[in-house]
């Protein structure tokens, strides 16, 4: 990814989780989703297979993993990002659970 998470705040950017949710603005919204993931999943972390270049954007592809905190039963969430990049910073991040929507986003349809 061009930059952290952090640098939407910096941007005055937004972060939708995911197309059907709402869309989050600025650092403290931001750094709640975080802390929401790490209260579900403590160690949660995301493994990347691919990161394309899309223009002014960067879709990245991978999977969510981590241990579930209530029942220590293994996680992994396929994600994808497609993050907008303007001027050097991030102004918008969409969070896709089917990387062929992100892709189809990007403009790159598989």
């Known amino acids: 990814m061009p930059r952290s998470s952090s640098s939407i705040q910096r941007s005055n950017g937004s972060w939708p989780r995911h197309p059907d949710a709402r869309t989050l603005r600025g650092h403290a919204a931001?750094?709640?989703y975080q802390r929401e993931w790490?209260?579900?999943v403590p160690n949660v972390r995301v493994e990347y297979d691919?990161?394309?270049?899309?223009?002014?954007?960067?879709?990245?592809?991978?999977?969510?993993?981590?241990?579930?905190?209530?029942s220590g039963a293994d996680v992994a969430v396929p994600i994808a990002f497609v993050v907008t990049?303007?001027?050097?910073?991030?102004?918008r991040v969409q969070e896709y659970l089917d990387s062929a929507q992100a892709l189809k986003a990007a403009g790159l349809e598989q």
């Not at 691919?50 to 969510?64: F, K, N, Q």
């Open 50 to 70: 691919r990161i394309l270049d899309a223009g002014d954007s960067v879709v990245a592809v991978g999977t969510a993993r981590g241990t579930g905190s209530g």
């Open 38 to 40: 790490r209260e579900t």
């Open 85 to 91: 990049v303007h001027h050097g910073l991030i102004t």
């Open 30 to 32: 931001l750094s709640e």
